[in-house]
């Protein structure tokens, strides 16, 4: 399948600061981001379907101000967590779908990032 | 009534029995239909995807779609203690936006 790279796997930051997570997807072009957030012991939440070039569309109850999503190119997007407070501490996880060899609407998964705001 | 609805577990299978996990969904018109595996602290990876009513095999397991009862389900034959995860089953909406609907996931735990 589609190698996605996320990064960070895990931060630790202050209250009040801001947290940037990278998504990039390494072997094919990536039309549409998601961007995912998992409490513990809970399914995954959609956040915001980001394609490259368009403002990302937020899910309702998502701030899109203090959950800010960039899709610059067809193989990076960016979620930058701003002035995280410690209800933001969680997993956030990105996935891909594109066209080409890897289509049939499959989604791939970046490794995740572990938020924690202390 | 929840999008995706899945059976949240534990189901606990002794070691080499067969495993099934169900999944029902709400949305008559999706055509795409996947399973995830999730270890604990790690990101999903995908087992199948199947888009046709039927049985669709691949190794040990085998995923089964009825479109008409809106029911998705997976068999692990074999089961093996490293099959202990949740398994998550994603509906890709046909409806509206284009985005994927998740169940709460199974959690599975095979007893050695």
């Known amino acids: 399948g589609a190698v996605v790279s996320q990064h960070p796997s895990r931060v630790i930051c202050k209250s009040g600061t801001s947290v940037k997570i990278e998504c990039r997807s390494l072997d094919f072009q990536a039309t549409t981001m998601f961007w995912y957030r998992q409490f513990p012991k809970q399914s995954l939440m959609l956040m915001a379907t980001s394609n490259e070039g368009s403002k990302a569309t937020y899910e309702q109850g998502v701030e899109k101000d203090k959950f800010l999503i960039n899709h610059a190119s067809l193989t990076l997007s960016t979620l930058t967590v701003t002035s995280a407070h410690p209800e933001d501490s969680s997993f956030y996880i990105c996935?891909?779908?594109?066209?080409?060899?890897?289509?049939?609407?499959?989604?791939?998964f970046g490794a995740g990032t572990r938020l924690s705001v202390l | 009534q929840k999008e995706v609805e899945q059976n949240s577990g534990p189901l606990s299978v002794p070691e080499g029995a067969i495993a099934s996990l169900n999944c029902t969904y709400s949305?008559?018109?999706?055509?795409?239909f996947f399973w995830y595996r999730q270890y604990s602290g790690k990101s999903p990876e995908l087992i199948m995807s199947i888009y046709s009513n039927g049985d669709k095999e691949d190794g040990r397991f085998t995923a089964q779609l009825n479109k008409a009862s809106q029911y998705v389900s997976l068999l692990i034959r074999d089961s093996q203690p490293s099959d202990s995860a949740t398994y998550l089953c994603?509906?890709?909406?046909?409806?509206?936006?284009?985005?994927?609907?998740f169940g709460t996931g199974t959690r599975l735990k095979v007893l050695a």
């Open positions: 949305d008559r018109v999706s055509q795409s």
């Open positions: 996935s891909v779908t594109g066209q080409g060899l890897y289509s049939g609407n499959i989604q791939y």
């Open positions: 994603a509906v890709l909406t046909a409806s509206g936006t284009y985005k994927y609907i």
